[in-house]
Every structure is written in C-alpha cells, then in structure tokens.
C-alpha cells in the first residue's frame, strides 16, 4: 500500500460537470466521476472537488548528471535533483518506467514530501537543478508550483511528454527553466496505436515551450519498424526546422525491448546514424545519438567553425572547447546556457 499524505490538495484546470468533473489539465479532458480517478491516476473525484491525488507522492529520488535527462544545451556537465512520482497521461507500449508510469495513486509504496522538504533535500545535493521526471510532471502541476514557490531560486527542468492542454503549459512555463519533450513518433497512428495520445497536441506544446522562451531540447527514441521510416524523420527534421529553430538540440536514441514491446530488437547503430545524417541535411544543428557509444554522436560542434565545443564519452563531459557560453575558437555565441 502507499503512503497516506497528510493533506488533500484540490487540482486547477477542472470544471464541475454535474455529477462529475471535467479535468482540464490534458487533452484526454477526463469526465471523473467521485471516487474514480483520470486516465492519468493523478486525478481522483471527491466529493467537494477534484484532487491532485498524486501531490507529494515521490516513487524516485536521484542524482543524476544533467546529460541523463538528457539535457545537452542546458548546465552542462552539473548534476541535477531528479524527482518522480506515479502515474502517466499517455500508456506508452514501450514505456521503460511503466512500473511507475502505468501505476495510479495509490497502487504503487510512495513517500509524502512536502514541497519546501523536497527544496531542502535538493539544496542538500549540493545542487540548484531539480528535474520532475520518470513518470509524467505535467500532471502533478500543483505540486512543482509549490516545491518552486517554497524556494523560488531553484532551477526547475522538466522531462515531460508534452501531452498538456495550453495554458496548463504556460503556468509551468513561467517555473520551468528547460524542458525535453519526448516526441514519440511523427505519424498520428504511431500515437494513437503506440502511445495512447495525439502527435499534433504534442507538436502544438513544442512550439509554445519555444515561443515562452523556456530551453527545448527534444527526444526522439527510435523503435525499429514502428516510428523510423525515412520519410518519417524527414517530416520531423522539417517540422523542427519550420516550427521551431535548427538551433534546438535533437536526441535520437537507442531503443532496447521493454513492457510490451519485448519482442522488437534494439536499434541499430545505423539506423540512429542515418536519423542523424538526415536531420544535419535539413539544416539541424545540434542533432545528437544516444543511449550508446559513438565515434562523435555526443559531442557538440559550433556551427559556424566546426570547433567541437563539448565533447562527451557517456557521462564524462569534455568542456574545454567553450569559453562561457561562446565558441572558444571563433568566439560565435552558441545554444548553451551555463
């Protein structure tokens, strides 16, 4: 059984309809009834009103290296308080964290935080950085309002997947210092049959991230026969391009079978090479490969010279080609915030 909490925190973004409510936070926009609960978990039905069911329920706590999350552009080389709890708005097939992510509130040990406990307990890493990731961020929003507020100097970074209504989105925005966003795949059907969302919603909070001014990075974990047809990573590199900025830093990353997709084989070191090249085509300029070793496919080059600028093995970050926030050799400013 999980922790009790010792306070009930009524949810934002909802609208009593009748005998239910109707949760406003995502787009699956829940009709809850009382004593049911969201297709996210997060949000459960009261008899006075609709709870944030999941509000300092912490499943993960680690300290992890900002390059994990994975943030390439953003404090480079620090460390950052990485914080989970339970529940998702999308049912993933893939999904490596689904222990946590495809548990509701309540059916999964979590331990109650209060926000100014977790700011402490940040401030006692010795870091500034404190991420909301493994399960879905954007559905305990009262909560990150909260942990910011009780300390307003922290640096906040989300690793979400982007399925939230707008103007949820911009509340966080206005707390949040950089966000990845997970783009799970570039068809409708990829979403709908794969993930359980909608690609253009996805799309559509991308591009308000990048118009609020909060640091992008973006995520795209290629599965072998299902989201990694040339045409398809065409389209993305375009829609990047077009919608966003070839400055956006790209993640394409190794998929290894995992919940139900056991079956599907790892991606191959080819198939994230080729993802690469097609994206450095379209005129990208930070297009990364992860979740294995490359000859170069982590490091980051200045796009006006070709000096590389961060070099990085795994975890072991290389700085020493940039001076502050600027090339070292041609001195040209550069996507990084230090």
Wanted: aromatic share 8%; net charge negative; proline share 6%.
């Amino acid at each position: 059984m999980a922790a009790i909490n010792p306070i009930v925190v009524e949810a934002r973004y909802y609208e009593r309809r009748g005998d239910k409510y109707q949760c406003d936070l995502c787009p699956h926009r829940c009709l809850v009834a009382v004593g049911k609960a969201g297709r996210c978990g997060a949000r459960r039905g009261l008899e006075e009103f609709l709870e944030a069911g999941t509000y300092g329920r912490v499943s993960s706590l680690c300290l992890d290296p900002i390059e994990k999350k994975p943030f390439y552009h953003f404090r480079p080389k620090e460390k950052a308080f990485s914080v989970g709890s339970v529940g998702c708005n999308l049912t993933c097939r893939h999904c490596q964290n689904y222990p946590i992510s495809q548990s509701s509130a309540g059916r999964k040990r979590t331990t109650y935080v209060s926000p100014p406990g977790l700011a402490s307990m940040c401030r006692n890493e010795k870091t500034d950085i404190i991420a909301f990731t493994y399960n879905e961020p954007t559905i305990w929003p009262e909560y990150i309002f909260d942990v910011m507020r009780a300390d307003p100097d922290l640096t906040c970074v989300l690793v979400t997947n982007g399925f939230c209504n707008e103007g949820p989105l911009k509340d966080l925005c206005d707390v949040t210092d950089a966000m990845n966003i997970d783009i799970k795949g570039f068809t409708e059907d990829f979403y709908g049959r794969i993930c359980g969302g909608d690609m253009w919603k996805v799309l559509s909070s991308a591009e308000i991230v990048h118009e609020e001014g909060v640091h992008l990075e973006l995520t795209y974990l290629l599965i072998p026969g299902h989201n990694d047809s040339l045409g398809e990573l065409r389209r993305f590199a375009d829609w990047v391009m077009d919608s966003l900025s070839p400055g956006v830093p790209i993640h394409f990353t190794r998929f290894h079978p995992d919940n139900e997709m056991g079956d599907v084989p790892w991606t191959s070191p080819e198939s994230l090479e080729n993802a690469r090249g097609i994206a450095l085509e379209a005129g990208l300029e930070n297009v990364y490969i992860g979740n294995i070793i490359s000859e170069g496919g982590a490091d980051t080059y200045c796009p006006n010279c070709g000096n590389a600028v961060i070099r990085r093995t795994g975890y072991l970050v290389d700085l020493s080609g940039l001076d502050g926030d600027r090339c070292a050799s041609c001195r040209s400013a550069l996507n990084i915030i230090r």
